[in-house]
């Protein structure tokens, strides 16, 4: 048999990566509902001449063919969706009838692109979304509701602090008009890329390909090292003597939703003006983030504020949304060694079988203790109970349960102690009933 190779960009986690991955998706389910956003799931495909519409993606999408289409067949013209924004605003459009807005929506779902493998970035991820659309119009407080919808998220799960960056792309385009730009939006692919390239050939750049002076490139440049927490970065960008309306009116809006979120979460949400967003469709509040101690990964949480991505020809469905990288973010927690898991499966309890004959007695204890949620198994054969014991060590599964002659009692083979337990009554501590997913950093501060 031919040895099997990996396929890079695709990962598979072992289990402990499995519980990692369930406790951040079930994590941003709870959240995302509580804040009031309904579970949606769209198809996988979307036509390619929708996909291909907007921002500088054309080279990541993967093309759907079938493998035995006839000779002269025409393509079908389908493509695996390379985000979860382009799906929810067609299907928008197609359900707008019986859709109620301002419409929220969380969306826990796979996407593909076709870019080079690295670390944090993969050819198939799953993202957690979340996006408010309006019809016609939409409030500005729901840019205020990503951002801190977001950070209540990132702040219950066992990882790094994080910090939401936030810039918005009416200053910045702003800004760009006003130091003589004729394509606003190639600068901001060139500042987008400043964390790669640095500062000195991303200035070469801005003269080269979005025809800037030097004195213009350097402006930009100074603008992108604009950094606050609070509202102080507004000064610091007039005082850099660049006047447009659009610039104040992106200035106006950034300062909402920084002291918004201020307010409610001081220090989770900061001004970064170097923060571009590549994807071209976003039009107000662009917002990153990152994991403190572990920028260089990049982004772990993305969106912005979109006024034209969703438009039937006679209305538009303005949104805003922010996605968390869930295969993103789980890679790092479990390749950077950031997380411990307590056991890799559900079980709590391995319950003992004294002979094949009464293996009908361990079964009913099992259904006994799963009828009050309680994950077990049975053992998987009658061997003597140091060796039942052992399977259940290698597993991970705390507890062992001992039903004989009527006797019940429970061990928790960790510290050797047992007594005597009732399968309609007993109950494990709660930090064993589940799998635990447990921050290094949290733990190293404790000890």
Known sequence: MARLQRLSGFP?????????????EDTAREVFELHGFAGLRTRAVEPLEQLLRKGEIDKEVYVLR????????????????????VPFARYVLEHAGQLEFPFKRYQIQKVWRGERPQEGRFREFTQADI????RDSLAFHYEVEMALTMATL????????????????????????????????????AVDKIDKIGPEATERLLVADAGLTAAGARACLELAGIRSEDASFADRVRALGVRNDLLDQGIEELVAVVEGARRE??????????????LDYYTGTVYETELVGHESVGSIASGGRYDSLASDGRQTYPGVGIS????????????????T?????????????VDEEARSASLAVAG??????????????????????????????????????????????????QQAADPLRWEPPEEDRLPQVRSVETQEARS
Do not use: M
């Open 12 to 24: 598979e986690w072992l289990p402990e990566g499995q519980v990692v991955e369930q406790l951040v």
């Open 66 to 85: 079938r493998l035995h289409a006839e000779e002269g067949e025409p393509d079908a013209g389908l493509g695996l969706h390379f985000d979860l924004t």
């Open 131 to 134: 996006d408010v659309v309006g």
């Open 154 to 189: 990132l702040d219950r799960l066992p990882i790094p602090r994080a910090v939401i960056q936030v810039n918005n792309r009416k200053l910045a385009e702003g800004f760009y008009l006003g130091v003589g730009a004729d394509d606003p939006a190639a600068v901001l692919r």
């Open 265 to 278: 979460r001081p220090g989770a949400v900061v001004a970064d003006l170097r923060i571009a967003r590549g």
């Open 324 to 339: 968390l990288g869930v295969t993103r973010l789980v890679s790092i927690l479990l390749g950077r060694g950031l997380v």
């Open 341 to 353: 898991v307590s056991r890799p499966v559900p079980s709590a309890v391995l319950v003992a079988v």
């Open 368 to 417: 006994a203790l799963r009828a009050r949620g309680i994950a077990c198994e049975v053992a998987p054969a009658a061997d003597k109970f140091g060796k039942q014991i052992k399977y259940a060590d290698r597993r991970g599964i705390p507890y062992v349960w001992f039903p004989e002659d009527g006797a019940h009692s429970v061990k928790d083979i960790r510290s050797g102690d």
